[in-house]
């Protein structure tokens, strides 16, 4: 046989599917959130939650679908993401029931909206619709590329969620924040899912424009300026992102899309130039709603000390009580259970719920959430160089960006890094439109992973060409 009808069969043949190893790990990622389930019970009143069983039948069966869908829809691809998710989404589900059965949280929302309304319910109904969303994903996008064909139209898509918060009747301003909207008694939050559409108009765009602004510029202090007709749209996004800050007091949104394009541009163009220009006007941006935005503002102080302002704003009493959440955890933590990061109030169970993490399982529990994180963007990147198309190398690449931002901003803003942004914690944090938006990221990411390992047909054999390699001596 020839080397090169050789080299086809082995093109025919391909990388194996791993969906057996995606099944052992989904196993794994049911089984740990079950445990943690009867932790916290035997923790708080020392028997095993009643609602255990069907907790962990609820989670195995969502896990059972998803499989079930990669496995007939998507063979090939990343066996990693979904047992992370799924891991992610559980443990979120023990931690959020573990904060609803804190009297503190009960007696603050009685007195607050006269009632108490469990989260955790509507937060396993959520991640049912997530699932329902992720296999509605990877059934009707047989091919990713098909996206680019809506660049412009996915920019028009997302400027119109990022401003339906701001129409009249339909937009609510709740806790300072202007970034929900409500629809049939539910609160809806846009932007969630414009990350994902405005990543596609990135992907297109700069598909098309990487090489004008990569080559035709010019050279100024060290930095590779492009040409004005080629920095239009990166100064409109900046402008677009100041406008979503300064209207709707959102400073994790604007953040997380202008830092999203910055870095898909130095993915596309391999210049640091755009970095470094990037850096400079977030910082202009930064400085000038600081100074002007009363809310954004009243978080910058909480930032640089919250024990100056503790007993006056509310800002401040959150990132303290947050603060000493962690302190009081130490390496090990106190316990599944056993820890009063209730004390931050209403945003115990959102975004703060990682002062949870930090208290109650300590700096070996919050390394292993961040490691968790960690593997799940690693394995986007690692499918953004796998990519065999160029649309969906930016794409992944873009994806796997903004979800790195997003956990940076908020991982950081609850430590005391940075100002506090508002932002949920990707599936950890109570609320149905991070958990739905997620979920269809995830689904994105296992699409192109498919496309990317998926082997090649072998190229049609040709007899008279097999002969004749064979005969010539």
């Known amino acids: 046989m020839s080397s090169t009808t050789h080299t086809s069969t082995i093109g025919a043949i391909g990388a194996p599917s791993r969906r057996n190893t995606e099944l052992a790990l989904l196993v794994f990622a049911v089984l740990i959130p079950v445990f943690a389930y009867a932790n916290v019970g035997l923790a708080i009143d020392g028997t095993v939650p009643t609602g255990m069983i069907g907790y962990g039948l609820g989670l195995g069966l969502l896990a059972a679908v998803g499989h079930l869908v990669v ?21 979120g589900l023990v931690l959020i029931w573990r904060l609803d059965q804190s009297e503190r949280l009960q007696n603050l929302q009685k007195a607050q909206f006269g009632q108490f309304n469990p989260a955790a319910p509507n937060q396993l109904m959520y991640s049912a619709l997530g699932i329902a969303l992720f296999a509605g994903v990877l059934l009707l996008l047989k091919d990713h590329r098909i996206l680019q064909r809506f660049t412009y139209i996915s920019m028009v898509a997302a400027l119109i969620l990022l401003m339906l918060p701001l129409v009249p009747g339909l937009g609510t301003d709740l806790f300072g924040a202007k970034i929900w909207i409500r629809v049939g008694g539910f609160s809806i939050q846009p932007g969630e899912f414009a990350k994902i559409v405005i990543a596609v108009f990135f992907a297109g765009y700069l598909m098309v424009k990487r090489d004008a602004l990569a080559l035709a510029s010019r050279r100024f202090m060290g930095l590779y300026l492009p040409r004005g007709r080629d920095l239009g749209p990166i100064l409109v996004i900046w402008a677009v ?57 009243a978080r910058v102080d909480a930032w640089l000390d919250p024990f100056a302002c503790y007993d006056t704003s509310n800002a401040c009493e959150q990132i303290g009580q947050s603060i000493m959440s962690f302190g009081s955890g130490g390496v090990l933590g ?44 690693e394995r986007g990147v690692r499918t953004a160089l796998a990519a065999r198309d160029p649309f969906g190398k930016l794409f992944a690449a873009g994806l796997s960006g903004a979800f790195a931002l997003q ?17 949920t914690m990707p599936w950890l944090a109570a609320g149905g439109s991070s958990v739905l938006a997620n979920w269809a990221l995830i689904a994105i990411l296992i699409r192109i992973s498919d496309t990317a390992r998926r082997p090649a047909p072998a190229p049609a054999a040709n007899p008279d060409a097999e002969m004749t390699q064979v005969v010539r001596p």
């Open 334 to 377: 106190t316990g599944l259970g056993q820890g009063n990061s209730d004390l931050i109030g209403f945003a115990a169970n959102a975004d703060f719920i990682f002062a949870t993490v930090g208290e109650e399982l300590g700096l070996a529990g919050v390394m292993a959430f961040l490691v968790i994180y960690g593997l799940i963007i």
């Open 241 to 297: 992102s100041l406008l979503i800050l300064v209207f709707e007091n959102d400073l994790g949104t604007s953040l997380l899309f202008f830092g999203m394009f910055v870095v898909m541009l130095y993915i596309a163009t391999e210049r640091t130039s755009w970095i470094v220009i990037g850096l400079l006007m977030s910082a202009v941006g930064a400085v000038t709603v600081a100074s002007t935005a009363g809310h954004v503002k």
């Open 71 to 91: 496995r007939k829809f998507a063979p090939y691809a990343d066996p990693l993401l979904l047992p992370l998710a799924t891991l992610l989404n559980g443990l």
């Open 407 to 423: 956990i940076f901003v908020v991982a950081g803003g609850v430590m005391g890094l940075i100002p506090l942004t508002g932002m």
